[in-house]
């Protein structure tokens, strides 16, 4: 298996680079491009998110890319990225709520949420992608942003006796959009014209799903959402009739999920495993690979595991 060493290669010729003269009235910037936070693949190229800057490999000449602030990016303090392979954009989400959109090597600041003067938690947990629109999983509820027109198009606001829920995790199955919340899973339709008012979601309990469950993260995969309880590590499998307990998955602290290469990749504390599901949703490893500080992993077209490691 492959394992991502890129920041700590692109941090050596980026410091290679930097002792290169600088003509004046030029910016040269010298943040640090190791630590690597986030990773995606689009175009024959690997996009790593590290703190305070992105960089590329191309996979077809091997050639590196850094992309900063000097190059487009309004912000530091980058949590995650991700593509619409659609629409050729790209989401980059800062820590402090702030969002920057790239389309054809050019840059957009969407500084909505970032700018809005509001009480409590206004975090960007994760997001999930469905062209063109992606759906942010925020501190108040779920946000929508329109990746082609490029604004906010609506906010979906969870709130419940005076008290606002967290949503930390969102996907989509179909029409059917799923919300992890810190008291449960709740769903609604996409196609629901009063999404937006939270007394429409419905809160998903049976006999096997906890009512307040804590999940923080989820992962709709081969026609069925998978949910990552937070505490126990336990996960459980929608099928569009009713949940149940899937045993295959590590009982360890989980740092990211997502569907990539039509695998399911989880990536735990110390490692990522690759996962293939059959029609019924019970899954099988298909291949894994440690690391020190990993943070996300991706598969690529050949099934090779690249991570995206907090230490080199």
């Keep these: 298996m492959k394992k991502l060493l890129l920041c700590l290669l692109c941090a050596w010729c980026c410091s290679l680079h930097a002792q290169m003269d600088v003509a004046v009235g030029d910016w040269k910037s010298y943040f640090s491009f190791n630590k690597g936070l986030d990773l995606l693949e689009y175009d024959n190229r690997i ?39 659609k629409i050729g954009t ?12 790239c389309s054809k090597g050019k840059f957009y600041n969407l500084p909505d949420l970032y700018e809005k003067q509001m009480a409590g938690d206004k975090s960007v947990y994760k997001a999930c992608l469905s062209s063109p629109y992606a759906y942010l999983a925020c501190g108040f509820g779920i946000m929508v942003l329109d990746l082609q027109k490029r604004y906010v198009r609506e906010t979906w606001m ?24 810190s008291r449960g899973i709740y ?42 309880e937070d505490t126990s590590y336990q996960l459980y499998v929608y099928n569009g009739e009713g ?57 690529d077209e050949s099934g090779y595991l690249w991570l995206a490691d907090g230490l080199h």
């Design 47 to 85: 996009y790593v998110a590290t703190t305070n800057a992105l960089y590329t490999l191309d996979l077809r000449d091997g050639l590196y890319q850094r992309i900063d602030m000097s190059d487009g990016l309004t912000d530091v303090g980058i949590s995650r990225i991700y593509m619409d392979e």
């Design 90 to 101: 790209l989401l980059v989400c800062y820590e402090n709520s702030n969002l920057d959109l």
């Design 158 to 181: 969870f709130q419940q006796q005076d008290q606002t829920l967290p949503v930390y995790d969102v996907c989509i199955l179909g029409d059917s959009v799923f919300a992890a919340t």
């Design 187 to 228: 769903l609604n339709r996409l196609s629901n014209r009063r999404i937006a008012q939270f007394s429409t979601w419905e809160k998903m309990e049976d006999s096997v799903l906890p009512a307040n469950i804590m999940v923080k993260q989820l992962c709709s995969y081969r026609n069925s959402v998978f949910a990552f």
């Design 243 to 299: 949940w149940r307990k899937d045993t295959m998955v590590e009982k360890a602290e989980l740092r990211d999920v997502r569907v990539s290469r039509d695998r399911m990749v989880v990536t735990y504390w110390n490692k990522s495993v690759a996962y293939t599901a059959d029609n019924s949703g019970h899954l099988a490893a298909a291949s894994a690979f440690g690391s020190e500080e990993p943070h996300a992993a991706i598969c």
